[in-house]
């Protein structure tokens, strides 16, 4: 009964290894190719799989660069300014309608010549 416990977990591990090794990003193999790492880990069963767990898998943080935070628009300072700029130019347009609604009321009340 425990050799087929045995085997079992031989085998599962040889799976869970090759189904790893096929899975696995590129760039995240080290010392052998994709495919080299898969005959080996079939071949050489238990032995292989605890060389591809050792050596051949680099880990996640090692193959992945560090990317920076993913921030929002709000915390860009050129998305700010270019809001800032748009809220002065709204308020620089409102002033100039209500100045020239102003002159056009002085002009209204003058008496135009001829009157």
Do not use: Y
């Not at 193999?29 to 032995?47: E, M, Y």
């Not at 898998?57 to 300014?81: H, K, L, N, T, V």
């Amino acid at each position: 009964m425990w050799r087929v416990v045995l085997a079992a977990i031989v085998v599962g591990v040889m799976v869970f290894s090759l189904v790893d090794v096929i899975t696995i990003e590129p760039r995240r193999v080290r010392h052998l190719p994709k495919a080299a790492w898969a005959v080996l880990v079939v071949l050489t069963s238990l032995l292989g799989s605890l060389l591809w767990w050792t050596l051949g898998r680099a880990p996640r943080s090692a193959a992945a660069p560090a990317r920076p935070p993913a921030i929002g628009p709000e915390d860009d300072p050129s998305f700010i300014d270019n809001i800032e700029q748009r809220r002065r130019s709204r308020e620089q347009e409102r002033r100039i309608r209500d100045l020239e609604r102003r002159l056009a009321d002085l002009d209204d009340d003058e008496p135009k010549p001829g009157q």
